[in-house]
């Protein structure tokens, strides 16, 4: 089992940056990729971004691409999430998502991670 517990969400004004932490334990080497979606009421989880634990590779979302950056901490089994130029649509409850194993590409489908966080809310006021 892997255990994942976000941190870093909060309130802030459009146009302002937050940086979201992930700190994955438990049995972290049998995964590869880390995500990170977010949900809001109503809606089905939406594909943020992605990366693998070395860092070798990234992919994001068409409306966080440019604003965002993921990226990891081996040494502290930590993935971030950087946003900046926050947009009240990206108001959501954030959540931190690991895949076992391996594939060629990164996954963007929920279905296709195995563990994830609790969440952390991310508000953004206009």
């Known amino acids: 089992q892997v255990q994942l517990v976000e941190s870093g969400g909060g309130l802030v004004q459009a146009g302002g940056s937050l940086r979201l932490s992930c700190a994955a334990s438990?049995?972290?080497?049998?995964?590869?990729?880390m995500g990170w979606f977010r949900q809001t009421p109503g809606k089905e989880r939406e594909f943020v971004a992605a990366?693998?634990?070395?860092?070798?590779?990234?992919y994001y979302a068409d409306s966080v691409k440019g604003r965002s950056t993921i990226s990891t901490d081996n040494a502290k089994k930590t993935v971030y999430l950087q946003m900046n130029s926050l947009k009240p649509e990206d108001t959501a409850v954030y959540y931190c998502a690991s895949k076992r194993g391996d594939q060629l590409g990164l996954p963007v489908g929920e279905k296709e991670y195995d563990y994830w966080g609790q969440g952390t809310q991310v508000t953004v006021s206009s």
């Open positions: 438990g049995r972290t080497f049998t995964t590869y990729v």
């Open positions: 990366i693998r634990w070395s860092g070798a590779s990234t």
